[in-house]
């Protein structure tokens, strides 16, 4: 089928990838001539991992394109709208710019029984006035949410755990929720859930798994800040809750707390849409959730002080990862990066290493230090944090390999992802989060 995304960051250059790579003929349009460029070359313009492969087998069979010049969506029978939604600058409600410029740009190419399917999250109740607004030109309009998660994208593009359809009651709906089963042939071919629904309830039903994993984040994170204050250890907790197959051991995580282009602003723009509903008390909740997470990055500071006397004025504070979580170069409401932040306004002499993201990083801060090798990020530092749980810092790492870098003996896992074991028979004060 001939396919046409509209955005090219991370959800649109992914799917319009994994669109080609099932056999369709797609473009896909972005307003960022360096973005585009950089695809039409076959070069991911950010990391992703399984990306880069399908984009240049894409490019190489004819069936992938990318155009800054939106008319080259004619011809499509289903145009995906991919673009950003984030937070507004002047409050917590998203900002539906890129949406309404989107549908915009499409509108004078759109033919009668052409699909257009809405993928950015969006506060509910935005699907319907799109549907108004392409109505004149035959076209029909559904809510497809996606549920990818960055570092696991492609895979979550072509084998979803779930596809699902709004549709708008007495439009051509139904025929349009059929062809999507066209597009998505390999995940239907496995049976995957296809779940048909109204317009409002597609959207909720993406901010509803969104707030949901947020919230089941912050609760760890509020029991490790009970476990903090009477010595439990909330790893152990987490376990034993987790094996409870009602409550489930996945994103029981304990640590530095979420972050990310979704999550945060997702949590917010709820709230704004639900207060704006009139409904406000019903996620009131999800401020708590808000503000339990901005409160763990408070706590690898001060855990950081404490341990080095006090304060970190003028100490040499060795800062392992800027992505927002590992496999990511996404720095966007990054809890890694946002400690470094901190860290670097108390006066600490910060440097910072990530495996993929300091050049992102360094265009959003440009005021810390960066370092590509961890050794150099780790040479004479007073004190080492972990804040994104890469590989190369939760497995590579080793003791005996700091030791020969540094003499400071301080380690903060704020991923509580390291063998805390391990490092204090080596004769380091290990400090987890929410663990004795
Ligand atoms: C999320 C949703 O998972 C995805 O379904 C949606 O489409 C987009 O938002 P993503 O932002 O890629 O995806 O990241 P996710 O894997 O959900 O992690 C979000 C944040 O939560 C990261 O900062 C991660 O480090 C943190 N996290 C996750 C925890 O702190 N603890 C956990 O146990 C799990």
Not at 45 to 67: C, D, K, M, T, V
Not at 298 to 326: C, H, N, S, T
Not at 359 to 383: K, T
Request: aromatic share 6%.
């Amino acid at each position: 089928m001939r396919l046409s995304v509209i955005g090219c960051g991370y959800l649109g250059a992914v799917h319009a990838a994994a669109m080609a790579s099932i056999g369709h003929d797609v473009v896909g349009i972005d307003v960022d001539t360096d973005k585009v460029a950089s695809l039409a070359a076959g070069r991911a313009p950010f990391y992703e991992p399984g990306l880069q492969p399908i984009l240049e087998a894409g490019l190489e069979s004819g069936r992938l394109s990318f155009s800054t010049d939106p008319a080259q969506v004619k011809g499509a029978t289903v145009h995906f709208i991919g673009v950003g939604t984030p937070q507004r600058k002047d409050g917590h409600a998203a900002d539906l710019t890129y949406v309404n410029a989107a549908v915009d740009a499409l509108i004078p190419y759109l033919a009668p029984g052409d699909i257009v399917a809405g993928k950015s999250t969006v506060p509910v109740g935005t699907a319907a006035d799109l549907a108004k607004r392409i109505a004149p030109t035959g076209a029909t309009l559904v809510w497809n949410p996606e549920f990818l998660r960055e570092g696991y994208a492609v895979k979550d593009t072509i084998e979803p755990d779930r596809i699902v359809i709004g549709i708008e009651a007495g439009s051509d709906g139904e025929r349009a929720a059929d062809l999507l089963r066209e597009v998505y042939h390999t995940a239907v071919a496995t049976d995957t859930p296809y779940i048909v629904t109204d317009l409002a309830t597609a959207e909720l039903v993406k901010v509803a798994a969104n707030a949901f994993l947020a919230t089941k984040i912050s609760f760890i994170n509020a029991m490790a800040e009970i476990a903090e204050v009477v010595g439990a250890d909330v790893t152990d907790l987490a376990d034993a809750i987790g094996h409870d197959e009602r409550i489930g051991r996945k994103f029981l995580g304990a640590g530095v707390g979420f972050g990310g282009g979704c999550l945060p602003k997702d949590i917010r723009a709820f709230s704004a849409r639900a207060e704006e509903l009139g409904r406000g008390d019903s996620v009131a909740f999800l401020r708590e959730v808000d503000a339990i997470n901005l409160r763990r990055r408070d706590r690898v500071v001060d855990v950081l002080a404490e341990a080095l006397g006090g304060a970190v004025y003028q100490k040499r504070i060795a800062v392992l990862g800027a992505a927002f979580k590992p496999l990511s170069d996404d720095i966007r409401d990054s809890p890694a990066l946002d400690v470094a932040v901190r860290l670097h306004g108390f006066g600490a002499r910060v440097r910072v290493t990530d495996p993929q993201a300091i050049d992102n990083a360094r265009r959003a801060q440009p005021q810390l230090e960066y370092v590509a090798d961890r050794a150099d990020a780790i040479r004479d530092a007073d004190a080492v944090v972990v804040v994104t749980e890469w590989d190369e810092y939760r497995r590579e790492m080793t003791p005996a390999e700091l030791a020969e870098l540094t003499d400071g003996r301080i380690i903060i896992d704020g991923r509580n992802c390291l063998d805390a074991a391990a490092w204090r028979a080596a004769g380091w004060t290990y400090i987890g989060m929410g663990r004795p």
